[in-house]
């Protein structure tokens, strides 16, 4: 299983990115997926799940209302949309593939692949 995060970068307070994560295999839709980052000297955190119908979706507190995470099963990508971007947003960002009936989607035990990162930078 491979996964190929893309689409950070630099943006300013405020403004938006939308992250994706391209996803190997054929059967994408029955694992639940997840995003999490890490900033320099934290520790993982997590960001954002969903279920693998797309049905149901989770949100770490601290990006509830802003950031919007979705899947396209026939693609096999998850995505990330982050509005109203602040500077304590600025992190390493990870997607994740899901352990099968893991119950614990909001902690990085909960995942069992993940893909390289890509950098979001959130200027004030």
């Known amino acids: 299983v491979q996964l190929q995060a893309s689409g950070g970068g630099l943006v300013q307070a405020g403004g938006s990115l939308r992250l994706s994560c391209a996803a190997s295999?054929?059967?994408?839709?029955?694992?639940?997926m997840g995003w999490f980052r890490q900033a320099p000297g934290k520790e993982r955190e997590f960001v954002a799940s969903?279920?693998?119908?797309?049905?149901?979706?989770y949100y770490a507190d601290s990006v509830k209302g802003r950031f919007t995470i979705s899947r396209d099963n026939a693609k096999n990508t998850v995505y990330l949309q982050m509005n109203s971007l602040k500077p304590e947003d600025t992190a390493v960002y990870y997607c994740?593939?899901?352990?099968?009936?893991?119950?614990?989607?909001?902690?990085?035990?909960?995942?069992?692949?993940w893909g390289q990162g890509t950098r979001v930078t959130v200027s004030s």
């Open positions: 994740a593939r899901g352990r099968p009936f893991s119950g614990s989607y909001s902690t990085t035990n909960g995942y069992d692949y």
């Open positions: 295999g054929r059967t994408f839709s029955s694992y639940h």
């Open positions: 969903i279920s693998g119908s797309g049905g149901r979706t």
